[in-house]
Antibody, heavy 120, light 107 residues
C-alpha cells in the first residue's frame, strides 16, 4: 500500500536552514505529482509547494516562494523540501502528500508529518 | 486567494445521527472541491473529491454535494469512527486553499 514517511524536522533558529525528506513506497512514485502541505493550530492547513511527476515544473505558495525549494529523486523514490531563511511563522507540522490521479491538487495520501519549530 | 468558510466550526452529535457540514467559497469554484477527515495526531485523509465522488474505501454513509460556491458534506447514521475534524479544500484557483475545519464531537 501507499506509504509516505517524512523526516528531517526539528528545532532551528530563525534565519537558518533545514531540509525535509519524504520517502515513498507502494506506488510508482515517478508517475505522480507530489506536494508539501503544512499545518498549524492557528492557521490550519496551508499548501506549500508542488513538483511535477518528472520534476520539470514546480510551484510555491507566496509565503515561501524564494526561500523554499521542492525537489525529488525518482531513482530513490524521495521528495525533498529545502527550507532556507526560516522564520517563526514557518513553524508547523509538514506533510508530504501525493497528488490524486484525476487531479494533482487533490491530496489522496499523506505522510504522518514532521514537526518544524523555528525558535531562538 | 479563494477563502473557504466552513460552518459550523464545532458540532456535537450522537451515534446514529445525521449531520451536515457546509463549505462556502468566496468565488465560484465549479465542482473543484474536496473533503478530508483528520483525527488527532494523524494526517488528513481524502474522503470526497470533485464535490461528490467518494474516494476508494470511504463508506457510503458519507456524501458530498454542491457546486459553484456552496457545498455540503453529509454523514448519515454517525459511527464512532466519524468523530473527527473535517476540512474542505478547493483547487479551482491557484493556490489551493483549505477551510478552517469543523470539529465533530460525540454528544
Amino acid at each position: 500500500q501507499v506509504h509516505l514517511v517524512e523526516s528531517g524536522g526539528g528545532v532551528v533558529q530563525p534565519g537558518r536552514s533545514l531540509r525535509l525528506s519524504c520517502a515513498a513506497s507502494g506506488f510508482s512514485f515517478s508517475r505522480y505529482g507530489m506536494h508539501w502541505v503544512r499545518q498549524t493550530p492557528d492557521k490550519g492547513l496551508e499548501w506549500v509547494a508542488v513538483i511535477w511527476y518528472d520534476g520539470t515544473n514546480r510551484d510555491y505558495a507566496d509565503s515561501v516562494n524564494g526561500r523554499f525549494t521542492i525537489s525529488r529523486d525518482n531513482s530513490k523514490n524521495t521528495l525533498y523540501l529545502q527550507m532556507n531563511s526560516l522564520r517563526a511563522e514557518d513553524s508547523a507540522v509538514y506533510y508530504c502528500a501525493r497528488g490524486h490521479s484525476t487531479s494533482w491538487f487533490y491530496f489522496d495520501f499523506w505522510g504522518q508529518g514532521t514537526l518544524v519549530t523555528v525558535s531562538s | 486567494d479563494i477563502q473557504l468558510t466552513q460552518s459550523p466550526s464545532f458540532l456535537s452529535a450522537s451515534v446514529g445521527d445525521r449531520v451536515t457540514i457546509t463549505c462556502r467559497a468566496s468565488q465560484v469554484i465549479d465542482r473543484y472541491l474536496a473533503w478530508y477527515q483528520q483525527k488527532p495526531g494523524k494526517a488528513p485523509t481524502l474522503l470526497i473529491y470533485g464535490a461528490s465522488t467518494l474516494q476508494s474505501g470511504v463508506p457510503s454513509r458519507l456524501s458530498g454535494s454542491g457546486s459553484g460556491t456552496e457545498f455540503a458534506l453529509t454523514i448519515t447514521s454517525l459511527q464512532p469512527e466519524d468523530f473527527a475534524t473535517y476540512y474542505c479544500q478547493q483547487l479551482n484557483s491557484y493556490p489551493p486553499t483549505f477551510g478552517q475545519g469543523t470539529r465533530l464531537e460525540i454528544k
